[in-house]
């Protein structure tokens, strides 16, 4: 174990990440996995635990909090009237068969490709929030059966490999589509229920060699990083939700964007060092 002065700040960066990751999961519809998979990840390895499977801890009890996180976060935007049920419901099944496909893609890659993965996708969401235009269109409406199931269950599947709710690519997808940009965040968070609840429980069952793992692991999802991880979500993701339906987005979508990019180079390099 390591000794009380590295535990310490360690316990420290995790809760304010995670705070983080509640904020910027209400008030972007991302799901704050995209904040916590690289904290969890610094935090382990500066631990000591450096397996091949430790990118699949990081995302899966990343997945684990996004549970929490999104159950508040659309209480939240519901209380406002601002998530579209209909598209809820038509997309939720392609996209939690997406990540149960995820799922078992993700016990099969090891932590290089999987940081490799992360960083690519990671760099694409960076310059869409970096350049996106709002009034940028591609469709008067959302799609239809057939197309809707495999763009459904490419978002679940994409969203695993990152260990995120899905927003990073579901907003852009709904606001190309003509769908508000509230609406699209508020409904945004239901497809992160969509991806984290199933992912995470099929994670319970993909164990860890118990030489290469840290203490406190059910499957893949480790229990200490997930209590520490929703500890401040809880708090944090209706705060965003708040702030989502009263502040100028612009900004912060761009400072948010080179936050996204730099954790995106980041993680290549370590895929590759």
């Known amino acids: ?35 916590l998979v690289p904290a969890f990840l610094f935090t382990f390895e500066t631990l000591g635990f450096a397996s091949p499977e430790l990118m699949q801890i990081c995302l899966a009890t990343s997945l684990a909090t996004i549970i929490i996180t999104s159950m508040r976060s659309v209480a939240a935007h519901h209380r406002k009237g601002a998530v579209d049920w209909d598209i809820l419901k038509r997309w939720a099944p392609g996209i939690a068969l997406g990540a149960i496909v995820g799922v078992l893609t993700v016990s099969q890659l090891e932590a290089a490709f999987l940081k490799a993965m992360f960083g690519v996708i990671a760099i694409f969401i960076g310059l869409y929030f970096a350049f996106g235009k709002r009034d940028w269109r591609l469709a008067a409406q959302m799609p239809g059966a057939g197309l809707r199931e495999m763009l459904a269950a490419t978002i679940g599947f994409l969203s695993v490999l990152m260990g995120i709710g899905g927003g990073s690519f579901a907003v852009p997808l709904m606001t190309l589509c003509s769908v508000p940009m509230r609406r699209a965040v508020a409904t945004a968070a239901g497809f992160g229920l969509s991806i984290a609840l199933p992912s995470a429980v099929a994670f319970f069952f993909v164990t860890i060699p118990e030489t290469e793992r840290p203490p406190l692991m059910l499957g893949s999802v480790n229990l200490g990083a997930f209590v520490i991880g929703i500890s401040m979500t809880l708090i944090t993701a209706p705060i965003g939700a ?16 080179v936050f996204i990019l730099a954790v995106a180079l980041n993680m290549l390099r370590k895929s590759f060092f």
């Open 242 to 257: 708040r702030l989502a339906h009263s502040v100028e987005e612009k900004t912060l979508r761009r400072v948010f964007a």
């Open 1 to 35: 174990m390591p000794d009380l002065a590295t535990l310490v700040p360690l316990v420290g960066l995790l809760v304010v990440s995670s705070a983080f990751a509640g904020l910027i999961a209400g008030l972007l519809g991302v799901g704050g996995g995209i904040v």
